[in-house]
């Protein structure tokens, strides 16, 4: 099969009515190498990467309420910087860049994605408007 490895999808094919940043970046947790008093921040297999995560709401209206919130991932050397808030939101939106998607089965047996993305940034508004200037890169587990 052609297919391996994660596989690169779109922003708008992730989330066609967008999302909101509901969450701190935090560095994401390597479990097998951190003990009681080392935290140890985990790699990305692939690129060597630190990666770093941030729960985000999908703005989706037909996506059920436990599965509106996931887990980005984002595959980066130092921690992003998400887009600043825009007034009069409860929450601040954001766009991802370089999106991959690599399916597996939960730990219930049922089929999940895990999203990593290499870029965090504001929402374009209208065409040929210029990205946010922040710190690049970004991923995401959607159970």
């Not at 596989?7 to 909101?20: A, E, L, Q, S």
């Not at 996931?70 to 999106?99: N, R, S, W, Y």
Request: hydrophobic share 40%; charged share 20%.
């Amino acid at each position: 099969m052609a297919l391996q490895g994660p596989i690169p999808v779109t922003f708008d094919m992730v989330f066609p009515h967008g999302c909101y940043i509901v969450g701190e970046v935090e560095p994401v947790k390597d479990f097998d190498a951190s003990t009681n008093g080392r935290f140890v921040q985990s790699r990305d297999k692939s690129t060597g990467e630190p990666m770093w995560q941030v729960a985000v709401m999908d703005a989706d209206p037909t996506v059920k309420p436990g599965q509106k919130t996931v887990a980005v991932k984002i595959l980066t050397p130092v921690q992003p910087v998400p887009p600043a808030p825009m007034p009069g939101l409860p929450f601040t939106p954001v766009e991802f860049d370089h999106i991959t998607v690599t399916p597996y089965v939960n730990g219930t047996g049922r089929l999940a994605y895990s999203i990593k993305v290499r870029a965090m940034r504001a929402p374009r508004t209208g065409s040929g408007a210029a990205p946010a200037k922040t710190p690049a890169t970004a991923g995401k587990d959607v159970a």
